[in-house]
């Protein structure tokens, strides 16, 4: 499985990203696909998931500002991050699980900042 993240970037506070994930070397319809991210100094935490059938899941930190999708077609996943705020500041990473096997990507840095 190859996890490619991109959309990382600078931006304000309020101000929107949209974080890209394509998948290869995978069946992308029969995973569930998430995103997690990594502040400094402070543990890996969920963000997000996304299952086959499409049921989301968030974290209560993103709710209503976050919305996960994905392009089964296009074996790519997406989150979109809208309301930024500096605490969302963090390096985001995507994964999928498969059959209890998750596999991650590289991060994409995400920094909201005035």
């Known amino acids: 499985v190859q996890l490619q993240a991109s959309g990382g970037g600078l931006v304000q506070p309020g101000g929107s990203l949209r974080l890209s994930c394509v998948a290869s070397?995978?069946?992308?319809?029969?995973?569930?696909m998430a995103w997690h991210r990594q502040a400094p100094g402070k543990q890996r935490e969920f963000v997000a998931l996304?299952?086959?059938?499409?049921?989301?899941t968030y974290a209560d930190s993103v709710k209503g500002r976050f919305t996960i999708s994905r392009d089964n077609a296009e074996n790519t996943g997406y989150l979109q991050m809208n309301s930024l705020r500096p605490e969302d500041t963090a390096v985001y990473y995507c994964?999928?699980?498969?059959?209890?096997?998750?596999?991650w990507g590289q991060g994409t840095q995400v920094t909201v900042s005035s």
């Open positions: 994964l999928t699980v498969r059959n209890g096997v998750s596999s």
């Open positions: 996304i299952t086959t059938g499409g049921t989301t």
């Open positions: 070397r995978i069946d992308f319809r029969d995973t569930t």
